[in-house]
């Protein structure tokens, strides 16, 4: 595994090491290095040293150029304005540093983490006996990108999926399937149902089933009531009851999952109840340290800066006055596992925005406790809501919740259709067809999603998402699988680099690009930003384009030097945009 200097880690440097050269009263200073449009890239640190060393600024910048190496690196450097360095690099330099990028595999010169850590991710969160709705998706998605972009980086990476699976209302279900034992069997799949949708069907009608007779019937909720207890002290015959209830959703949410292609294994789910066992001892210790106080029979933990609109503080309530755990506990009791356990230094939660102000008073509490410190640390990565067209919460034209499992399937529809009109000229088959609508309409969603900043809403149209054109998924797939029909017809000719060429103007600004991919995903794992590397594959699907505008690649009239290097840029081009999508989750089909 060959780690690859950016272009732009190697300029910074030698401007670096000639201003401590040229200026050593300055100590070691930042060039602060930027890619422009006058140049390659401007160096501004100048500016700020000419005042420091009350010194003229074109003067000391004109020191630091005569004290940089010669080398294949610079072939222009100029001084402009108030002491701006305007740096133009060598063609073949661009070149020699993208052929290191190709000669490296799969990670395309990436470097990994030399010390990494442990970060526990906690997404994707369904509840037990529940359909998920739009409301999990971007939990799951933008998880499941962190996920993988942390891995690839070197992080290690332990998946939580905290799903609902205890509580009050299990009181209900439990005691109903007692009674009517045969409920959560489906044998026979009607109407062609799949495993997971015939595992909600069951779920759903146990769930309305048991409600209406909690409603109507005083006996049964006594019943159920009475169940909830022997739930929480462990009867076995119960938690039987219970188990069923778990398994039966997981089936269902496995299938969701895979409709998202989306990998979640048995060992990642911990739910609620996985924390059952450690509760009264959270709660004991955070008595016993101070770290939260009795008030009016509940353990609560108070806030200078949370209170309500009365002005009157707000606490987090740990246990309730009645003895039963908030979700405050659940949440405590899981970060004291995922870092005395676990041996986690960071955790990262992606969960709604809605639950920041519950997240900000948990970890201060775990801070207080001492379970965060200045070495473990964790972070909310929090999300907007999904909207519909109107710029309200999406909801069915009935006004309800909408099903994720049907989003899904629609966005397939649709851009099935899509990839069926382009099909008969591509020459794909019935199977491909059916292959390729599925990644498209599931890519559609997840970009459409990952290309926010997480932290806003936004709209979500399908109309839009299956598009050729604009910043969409289809327009990146499009964009490779264009690549990967030249490859095909390029005959005897290879991708070959030739660091003698000069390079066209869209050649250079393609190879620029390209060298960003490494820099790119290091700021996206820092700093939890996934839509960054959305943006950077839209940028390089983009420079592709003007590319293919300018440069022709496959022509007779090319040099086979041209056209090799040509295809180099392309292939290399491919490789990226294909990591960079398999990091955000989405498939790059070969014909599109």
């Known amino acids: 595994m060959a780690s690859v200097p950016s272009l732009a880690s190697t300029l910074q440097q030698q401007l670096a090491d000639a201003l401590t050269a040229a200026l050593p009263e300055a100590g070691t200073a930042d060039p602060l290095l930027r890619r422009s449009d006058r140049a390659d890239f401007q160096a501004n640190g100048i500016l700020a040293l000419a005042k420091k060393l009350k010194g003229n600024p074109r003067e000391l ?13 610079i072939k222009d450097i100029e001084v402009s304005g108030p002491g701006f360095l305007n740096v133009t690099l060598t063609d073949r330099a661009i070149t020699e540093t993208l052929a290191a990028r190709a000669a490296d595999g799969d990670r395309l010169g990436v470097p990994a983490k030399a010390a990494p850590g442990t970060t526990v991710i906690d997404y994707a969160q369904p509840n037990v006996a529940k359909e998920m709705h739009v409301g999990h998706l971007r939990s799951a998605v933008i998880g499941d990108a962190m996920v993988q972009i942390l891995e690839f980086t070197g992080e290690n990476v332990v998946r939580r999926h905290h799903i609902g ?12 399937l007692f009674e009517h034992p045969d409920e959560l069997k489906h044998e026979d799949h009607e109407g062609g149902e799949t495993d997971g949708e015939a595992a909600m069907s069951s779920l759903n009608r146990v769930y309305k089933a048991s409600r209406v007779l909690f409603d109507s019937d005083e006996e049964f909720k006594a019943r159920s009531r009475d169940r909830v207890v022997a739930l929480q002290a462990g009867d076995p015959e119960t938690l039987a009851h219970w188990q069923r209830f778990v398994d039966e959703s997981k089936i269902y949410f496995y299938s969701v999952f895979d409709k998202l292609d989306m990998e979640i294994d048995d060992p990642d789910i911990v739910g609620e109840s996985g924390y059952n066992d450690m509760l009264e001892e959270t709660c004991r210790i955070l008595e016993e340290t101070g770290v939260a106080v009795r008030s009016e029979g509940a353990l609560c933990v108070f806030f200078d800066d949370v209170k309500g609109p009365d002005g009157n503080p707000v606490p987090l309530i740990v246990k309730k006055t009645n003895g039963g755990y908030g979700y405050a506990a659940t949440d405590l009791s899981a970060i004291r596992d995922r870092v005395q356990n676990l041996k986690a230094d960071s955790l990262l939660y992606v969960v709604d925005a809605r639950q920041s ?4 008073m948990v970890f201060e509490t775990a801070r207080r406790a001492g379970w965060l410190n200045d070495d473990v640390k964790a972070h909310q990565l929090a999300f907007g809501t999904v909207l519909g067209k109107d710029g309200k919460p999406f909801k069915t034209r009935e006004g309800t919740t909408v099903r994720l499992q049907d989003l899904l399937d629609e966005a397939v529809e649709r851009a099935t259709a899509v990839v069926r009109e382009k099909a008969e000229k591509v020459g794909l088959s019935e199977e491909e067809i059916v292959e390729n609508g599925r990644y498209v309409g599931v890519g559609a969603v997840k970009y459409a999603d990952l290309s926010t900043s997480a932290v806003r809403d936004y709209k979500f149209d399908l109309d839009q998402m299956v598009s050729l054109n604009g910043d969409t998924s289809v327009y990146l797939q499009y964009a490779y699988a264009r690549i990967r029909s030249i490859l095909r017809k390029a005959g005897d000719a290879r991708p070959a680099a030739h660091p003698e060429l000069e390079l066209a103007p869209a050649e250079r600004a393609l190879g620029l690009h390209l060298d960003q991919f490494g820099a790119v995903l290091e700021e996206v794992a820092e700093g939890y930003e996934p839509h960054k ?16 505008d300018q440069c022709q690649v496959l022509s007779d009239e090319n040099a086979p030097e041209v056209v090799e290097n040509r295809l180099f840029l392309v292939e290399l081009t491919a490789r990226t945009l294909h990591q ?8 790059t089909p070969e014909r599109l």
């Not at 102000?357 to 900000?360: E, S, T």
């Open 580 to 587: 960079g999508m398999k990091l955000l989750g989405i498939r």
């Open 61 to 73: 910048a004109s020191k630091v150029t005569a004290a940089l190496p010669a080398g294949d690196l």
């Open 357 to 360: 102000l519950h997240f900000k």
């Open 165 to 176: 699976d205890w509580g009050t209302q299990f009181g209900m279900l439990i005691q109903y």
């Open 533 to 548: 590397l959305a943006a950077y594959l839209y940028q390089l699907a983009s420079h592709l384009t003007t590319f293919y």
